[in-house]
């Protein structure tokens, strides 16, 4: 079965740092790309960036580009996203999804990690 | 690169058919055929139900049907059942630069 489990809920203060992940099972990582997707309360979904973890690949939206860092561990099957500094508005729901193509579809995804930036 | 337009709301009886419209450009939906939709309830993650403009992943209803004319894709739910009320989004390759962009939803009510 293919699962994509990401890590759990964050609370964090402006200004922290912050990594969140996301582990693929049931599938080759390396094959498939990885995207990432946020949702902030009561909103809908955004693009971010995708990663392809065979070779690192890395694309962002260009509303994300400077903002995130996405990279990939394929030793152990895990895709990251993270912030050097957040602030109140990353507050939401992260989404990672994978793709077996950088322009196809986001087939499986994962259950979500919520984040929240508050002082 | 702005979001692809949908209704915010549509509704329908038990039994009706809705169909949701996803508005963008040639730069994205009029472009590519890589148009997909998304079934969301609340508090849970997206669910693929269309992929490639109008294809089925297994194990979704026949119910669902996707298609494309010009900048505007359409999502189609024949036979209405209480289930399917949820946000439904629908995405786009939007090329090398932004390379995708989503909808900005729409919540279908099952009256």
């Known amino acids: 079965e293919v699962q994509l489990v990401q890590s759990g809920a964050e609370v964090k203060k402006p200004g922290e740092s912050l990594k969140i992940s996301c582990k693929g099972s049931?599938?080759?990582?390396?094959?498939?790309?990885i995207g990432w997707v946020r949702q902030m309360p009561g909103k809908g979904l955004e693009w971010m960036g995708i990663?392809?973890?065979?070779?690192?690949?890395?694309r962002y939206s260009p509303s994300f580009q400077g903002q995130v860092t996405i990279s990939a561990d394929r030793s152990i099957n895990t895709a990251y996203l993270q912030w050097s500094s957040l602030k109140a508005s990353d507050t939401a729901i992260y989404y990672c999804a994978r793709a077996p193509s950088l322009a196809g579809t986001l087939d499986q995804w994962g259950q979500g990690t919520l984040v929240t930036v508050s002082s | 690169q702005s979001a692809l337009t949908q209704p915010r709301s549509v509704s329908g009886s038990p039994g009706q058919s809705v169909t949701i419209s996803c508005t963008g450009s040639n730069t994205d939906v009029g472009g590519y055929s890589y148009v997909s939709w998304y079934q969301q309830y609340p508090g849970k993650a997206p669910k693929l139900m269309i992929y490639?403009?109008?294809k089925r992943p297994l194990g979704v209803p026949d119910r669902f049907s996707g298609s494309k004319s010009g900048n505007t894709a359409s999502l189609t739910i024949s036979g209405l059942q209480a289930e399917d009320e949820a946000d439904y989004y629908c995405c786009s390759y939007a090329g090398t630069y932004t390379f995708r962009v989503f909808g900005g939803g729409t919540r279908l009510t099952v009256l």
């Open positions: 490639d403009v109008s």
């Open positions: 049931g599938y080759s990582f390396t094959s498939y790309w």
């Open positions: 990663i392809y973890p065979g070779d690192s690949d890395t």
